[in-house]
């Protein structure tokens, strides 16, 4: 009868035979999910026997992962900072850069008091959700122009029982909402269309809408930047994620769009410059 730990090795195996990156990690997170154990809990259960029913939705998983489905969408689930969030193939996988991005903000937005938050581009909630747990009072409107990540974000507000302090809401630009806010934050497509071709099989199963920043990949990050001066109060502050090559590009952008405003980049855990802030002097 197979065992945890045969069943690891049959799972690496595939993996690593079909060329799959960190085979012995994708087996573990994948024996522990068909298993109902923590990954760390793997190697001291190595013994327990396995039914063939789990062996098989395992290797199915396998093959799942040799045709380059992400994990997250092969478990329709994933663990953005402790927050168990419902996933599907048409709304963007969280990354662990945005964490980040929200830990700057958290930083250096004040953290008491009535406030209205704005996440353009929210995706499957995710950082709508972590600011709603950590800002009791803070009023947050969640947008995004995809019809499936709007439907997927709410089921993920709903779920961690935010539904009465984040709204989730279809729309295409800030101004259109009509309401001023004290904070925006956003992690929006950025990525230059031309190089989405050559992105790894992974990142291109997620939605070209998550991805693409047009031309120059600053193509929303442009328009949420012209928008400020009718979307944020009066010492407002606005945050986003970029790439890591793209600091000059929003640079020159912010200084054509005007803002009365002072700019700050930061740079992320590897030290490469990945986000910036706006504060809005109106
Ligand atoms: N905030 C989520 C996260 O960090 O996991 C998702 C980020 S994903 C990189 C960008 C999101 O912006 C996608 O969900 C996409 O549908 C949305 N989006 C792209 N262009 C948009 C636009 N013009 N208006 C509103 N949402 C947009
Ligand atoms: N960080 C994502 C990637 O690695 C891109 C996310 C985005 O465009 N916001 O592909």
Redesign the pocket.
């Known amino acids: 009868m197979r065992n945890v730990n045969s069943l690891l090795k049959d799972v690496e195996n595939r993996l690593k035979a079909n060329e799959i990156s960190e085979p012995a990690l994708n087996a573990e997170w994948i024996v522990s999910k068909v298993c109902g154990l923590e990954r760390l809990q793997l190697r001291l259960s190595g013994c327990e026997g396995i039914s063939e029913e789990t062996a098989k939705k395992a290797m199915d998983m396998a093959l799942m992962r040799i045709k380059h489905v992400p994990l997250s969408y092969i478990f329709g689930e994933h663990n953005?900072r402790g927050f168990s969030l419902e996933i599907n193939r048409g709304?963007?996988?969280?990354?662990p850069e945005?964490e980040e991005l929200i830990d700057i903000f958290l930083k250096c937005a004040r953290k008491n008091g009535k406030m209205r938050i704005l996440?353009?581009?929210?995706?499957?909630?995710?950082?709508a959700i972590l600011l709603a747990a950590e800002i009791k009072e803070a009023e947050i409107i969640a947008?995004?122009?995809?019809v499936l990540?709007i439907r997927c974000a709410e089921r993920n507000v709903k779920k961690h029982g935010f539904s009465e302090r984040v709204k989730v809401q279809r729309?295409?630009?800030p101004e259109e909402l009509g309401i001023r806010f004290d904070f925006i934050i956003?992690?929006?497509?950025?990525i230059p269309s031309p190089d989405i071709e050559g992105l790894d099989a992974e990142v291109r199963m997620e939605?070209r809408?998550?991805?693409d920043g047009g031309k120059d990949g600053l193509k929303?990050v442009r328009?949420l930047l012209r928008s400020l001066p009718f979307v944020l109060r009066k010492g407002g502050m606005f945050f986003c994620?970029i790439g890591e090559n793209q600091v000059e590009g929003v640079k020159r952008v912010f200084l054509e769009s005007e803002v009365p405003g002072r700019i700050e980049f930061y740079r992320d855990c590897n030290m490469k410059w990945r986000f910036f802030s706006v504060k809005f002097y109106g």
């Open positions: 953005f709304v963007f996988v969280p990354r945005t996440d353009f581009g929210t995706g499957s909630g995710a950082i947008v995004d122009k995809s990540s729309g295409e630009s956003s992690n929006p497509p950025y939605p809408v998550a991805l929303v328009k994620e």
